[in-house]
């Protein structure tokens, strides 16, 4: 049997550009993508914080360095330009893997600059 289980997230990034027309669901900073370990293609979820929009899409690589966060094609009815957004990938583990599987989070600023990292979530306190 295998659990799916949060593999990464980009937490909080900003989305720099909606495209209707371009090709491609979710263009990331190449960099993120490797600090993430989010692979070209996978397939991914995007939380929007800002309008509450939640979507499946694929992850595209942008520029590295660049700090582009795409929404691109269809997806693009679902955010704009400045929206903050909670990009996650998941994986099916079985539970050999379970015992010490950790996520990666990555934790951004307002250019999608990488703040600081950790594998867990602080407990939600009353």
């Not at 900003?14 to 495209?19: A, G, Q, S």
Request: aromatic residues 6%; proline residues 2%.
């Amino acid at each position: 049997m295998q659990t799916t289980m949060l593999k990464t997230k980009l937490h909080r990034a900003t989305v720099t550009h909606v495209e209707l027309e371009y090709e491609g669901s979710c263009a990331i900073d190449g960099h993120l993508l490797e600090a993430s370990g989010i692979r070209e293609y996978e397939q991914i979820e995007i939380y929007d914080v800002t309008n509450g929009e939640r979507f499946t899409t694929y992850a595209i690589r942008a520029e590295d360095g660049s700090g582009v966060i795409s929404i691109n094609g269809a997806a693009a009815h679902k955010a704009n330009v400045g929206d903050v957004v909670i990009i996650c990938a998941y994986v099916g583990l079985d539970q050999q893997e379970l015992a010490n599987f950790k996520p990666k989070l990555i934790y951004l600023n307002g250019n999608n600059e990488i703040t600081h990292t950790r594998n867990t979530i602080p407990v939600q306190v009353a």
